[in-house]
């Protein structure tokens, strides 16, 4: 008796829920901001996250959770769709499922993906569109909160709706698509957090173009295939960039690579752009993520635009779908692709071998006179459409390359890097004791640093170093670093000196580069005569930089300088780079 009470209970219970949710769902309008303002509206930061909670609490295949902080004060969050239940433990989702990642707002004035996105999700639990059933999608609602907030109509100039929408900028003014490696910002570090939760086997980053005019409401930017490299680069060139265009043409949607000039018509050409690790998709690539951003173009109505990036989302989760055991087989071969003692390219150059032609639809442009300022400007004509061969240089090639050593060893007083290795699950140890290890040291001998502030930096860039091979003490504490990991990339790309979004590159050793100690002329005038007195090929080679170079022999500071610089006198900490590399 006692039994069939429980039983009793049980299904009373059960079905009180499931009572309360179907009154939840019949009671809650799911119709958008967008929709009810017939696509010319976009719904705020509050609304968004209202929405996708509504969502929540009517069908269980939809769960919302807050993950970090924001330079807002408000917190990121993620919205999962899981069509096989409301489980959202993504180390068990991983093990039968691809896992699609949707990032939106990261500039809140490109707001298609934020609207596209909740209808995607309330179609898909609705039954309106095909359901996945192997594919998790993951959404960040809008990942720049604070430029959402920032509400306004004008800041878009060149922008053809919504009526009102976020600002570029976040809480503290960043650009979040410069900040991925950096991570300046609580949102980059949240971010880091979430893509490391979820590790997605693809990435779509919902945007908005600036630049030319042409026919096209839709352009697509993959990572770059050669820099992705390996299979994986192969497999996005030659199989998930043609397929999605194939799906999006056979739906009336064309699509072209996103359009990559300013200020001229692209019938000259264009070439792809190179999404370094410091935007999102170079961001995830480093841990071999198929990413990609969808461009929507600026002069298309609101309505057209939003609608495009729906049914382009739908298509990559087909192509997820359809091919999900290739993209898990081809990410586990990833890995294999660099290994310690193997050659890997930091930065790239054009291709001028190799080229692919478009059949592009666009505008007759031509260089006029303005009634404004007098000068040439550019003025499109849209009665003169045409579809043109146009050249894209959408292959690249290595320009810079290094050895990648089998690990790293960084002195424990390095703990700004430490954080950033930290929060992108680097693995490493630590020394137990003091440990003398023979390595592959850089002294930094040029760079050059950006003149004007970006991204709240004054970057380097043309860096150059020379390596050293010495004997060193480690203290205990001092972290080791295999290579030998998932983060290889990041670790490369980050802790080599001459990558470009190196975090030398991004002023964290900017005090390596100042000077400690010096010296007073009248003092070190006579240790230097006499350091040269009893070192003859010193002696020698100061004789012949004295009689070769005009400038140096005309500057007696840098004569005393160049001598102290070859004496024992003098640090060595200046310009040391304190990465060291194990072979």
């Given at each position: 008796?006692?039994?069939?009470?429980?039983?009793f209970?049980?299904?009373?219970?059960?079905?009180?829920?499931?009572?309360?949710?179907?009154?939840?769902?019949?009671?809650?309008?799911?119709?958008?901001?967008?929709?009810?303002?017939?696509?010319?509206?976009?719904?705020t930061?509050?609304?968004?996250?209202?929405?996708?909670?509504?969502?929540?609490?009517?069908?269980?295949?939809?769960?919302i959770q807050?993950?970090?902080?924001t330079?807002?004060?408000?917190?990121?969050?993620?919205?999962?769709?899981?069509m096989?239940?409301?489980?959202?433990?993504?180390?068990?989702?991983?093990?039968?499922?691809?896992i699609?990642?949707?990032?939106?707002?990261?500039?809140?004035?490109?707001?298609?993906?934020?609207?596209?996105?909740?209808?995607?999700?309330?179609?898909?639990?609705?039954?309106?569109i095909?359901?996945?059933?192997?594919?998790?999608?993951?959404t960040?609602?809008?990942?720049?909160?604070?430029?959402?907030?920032?509400?306004?109509?004008?800041?878009?100039?060149?922008?053809?709706?919504?009526?009102?929408?976020?600002?570029r900028?976040?809480?503290?003014?960043?650009?979040?698509?410069?900040?991925?490696?950096?991570?300046?910002?609580k949102?980059?570090?949240?971010?880091?957090?979430?893509?490391?939760?979820v590790?997605p086997?693809?990435?779509?980053?919902?945007?908005?173009?600036?630049?030319?005019?042409?026919?096209?409401?839709?352009?697509?930017?993959?990572?770059?295939?050669?820099?992705?490299?390996?299979?994986?680069?192969?497999?996005?060139?030659?199989e998930?960039?043609?397929?999605?265009?194939?799906?999006?043409?056979a739906?009336?949607?064309?699509?072209?690579?996103?359009?990559?000039?300013?200020?001229?018509?692209?019938?000259?050409?264009?070439?792809?752009?190179?999404?370094s690790?410091?935007y999102?998709?170079g961001?995830?690539?480093?841990?071999?993520?198929?990413?990609?951003?969808?461009e929507?173009?600026?002069?298309?109505?609101?309505?057209?635009?939003?609608?495009?990036?729906?049914?382009?989302m739908?298509?990559?989760?087909?192509?997820?779908?359809?091919?999900?055991?290739?993209?898990?087989?081809?990410?586990?071969?990833?890995?294999?692709?660099?290994?310690?003692?193997?050659?890997?390219?930091?930065?790239?150059?054009?291709?001028?071998?190799?080229?692919?032609?478009?059949?592009?639809?666009?505008?007759?442009?031509n260089?006029?006179?303005?009634?404004?300022?007098?000068?040439?400007?550019?003025?499109?004509?849209?009665?003169?459409?045409?579809?043109?061969?146009?050249?894209?240089?959408?292959?690249?090639?290595?320009?810079?390359?290094?050895?990648?050593?089998?690990?790293?060893?960084?002195?424990?007083?390095?703990?700004?890097?430490m954080?950033?290795?930290?929060l992108?699950?680097v693995?490493?140890t630590?020394?137990k004791?003091?440990?003398?290890?023979?390595?592959d040291?850089y002294?930094?001998?040029?760079?050059?640093?950006?003149?004007n502030?970006?991204?709240?930096?004054?970057?380097?860039?043309?860096t150059?170093?020379?390596?050293?091979?010495?004997?060193?003490?480690?203290?205990?504490?001092?972290?080791?670093?295999?290579?030998?990991?998932?983060?290889?990339?990041?670790l490369?790309?980050?802790?080599?000196?001459?990558?470009p979004?190196?975090?030398?590159n991004?002023?964290f050793?900017d005090?390596?580069?100042?000077?400690?100690?010096?010296?007073?002329?009248?003092?070190?005038?006579?240790?230097?005569?006499?350091?040269?007195?009893?070192?003859?090929?010193?002696?020698?080679e100061?004789?012949?930089?004295?009689?070769?170079?005009?400038?140096?022999?005309?500057?007696?500071?840098?004569?005393?300088?160049?001598?102290?610089?070859?004496?024992?006198?003098?640090?060595?900490?200046?310009?040391?780079?304190?990465?060291?590399?194990?072979k």
């Open positions: 008796m006692k039994k069939l009470l429980i039983l209970l049980l299904i009373t219970s059960c079905s009180d829920k499931n009572e309360q949710k179907n009154k939840a769902e019949s009671n809650t309008d799911f119709t958008t901001v967008f929709e009810k303002s017939n696509g010319l509206e976009t719904a930061y509050d609304e968004t996250i209202k929405y996708y909670s509504d969502l929540g609490d009517s069908y269980d295949e939809i769960s807050a993950i970090g902080e330079d807002s004060g408000k917190p990121l969050h993620i919205v999962t769709l899981n096989n239940g409301s489980e959202d433990d993504f180390e068990t989702i991983r093990k039968n499922n691809r699609l990642l949707i990032n939106n707002g990261i500039h809140p004035g490109e707001s298609d993906g934020i609207d596209a996105t909740m209808m995607l999700y309330r179609d898909i639990v609705q039954g309106k095909k359901a996945p059933k192997s594919t998790v999608l993951v960040i609602p809008i990942y720049n909160v604070g430029g959402s907030l920032n509400r306004n109509s004008g800041t878009r100039t060149n922008q053809n709706g919504p009526k009102e929408y976020g600002f900028g976040n809480a503290r003014n960043y650009d979040l698509n410069r900040d991925f490696i950096k991570s300046d910002t949102n980059a570090r949240a971010f880091a957090e979430i893509f490391h939760l590790q086997d693809v990435f779509i980053d919902n945007h908005v173009s600036n630049g030319a005019d042409y026919q096209y409401t839709l352009t697509h930017l993959f990572t770059q295939h050669n820099k992705l490299g390996g299979q994986l680069g192969n497999y996005i060139h030659t998930m960039m043609p397929k999605l265009e194939q799906k999006l043409e739906k009336s949607w064309d699509i072209t690579p996103y359009v990559n000039v300013f200020n001229r018509t692209p019938e000259s050409g264009f070439r792809q752009f190179m999404d690790p410091r999102s998709t961001y995830t690539t480093l841990f071999n993520t198929l990413g990609m951003m969808v929507t173009h600026m002069l298309k109505p609101y309505k057209q635009r939003v609608e495009g990036t729906y049914e382009l739908k298509s990559m989760i087909e192509i997820t779908e359809e091919q999900g055991d290739k993209i898990t087989q081809l990410r586990k071969e990833q890995a294999k692709t660099w290994s310690a003692g193997k050659t890997y390219p930091l930065a790239w150059t054009i291709d001028t071998t190799k080229s692919s032609t478009l059949k592009f639809k666009g505008y007759e442009g260089m006029i006179p303005s009634e404004l300022t007098g000068a040439q400007r550019l003025k499109y004509d849209r009665t003169k459409p045409f579809t043109k061969d146009v050249t894209y240089q959408n292959y690249f090639k290595a320009k810079d390359s290094v050895t990648i050593p089998k690990a790293y060893v960084i002195p424990q007083g390095w703990h700004n890097v954080d950033l290795l930290k992108n699950n693995e490493f630590q020394f004791k003091d440990t003398i290890f023979k390595v040291s002294k930094i001998e040029d760079y050059e640093t950006r003149r502030a970006y991204e709240g930096h004054y970057a380097h860039y043309n150059k170093v020379k390596t050293i091979e010495q004997k060193l003490t480690f203290r205990k504490g001092d972290y080791l670093i295999s290579t030998d990991q998932k983060a290889m990339r990041y490369l790309e980050t802790l080599e000196p001459t990558a979004d190196s975090f030398f991004w002023n050793f005090t390596i580069l100042q000077q400690k100690e010096g010296f007073s002329p009248y003092v070190w005038e006579d240790r230097a005569q006499l350091l040269l007195k009893a070192n003859p090929k010193l002696q020698i100061y004789n012949i930089k004295v009689s070769y170079d005009e400038e140096f022999a005309n500057n007696w500071f840098a004569q005393l300088d160049w001598i102290h610089k070859k004496s024992k006198n003098y640090e060595k900490a200046h310009l040391q780079y304190p990465v060291y590399r194990l």
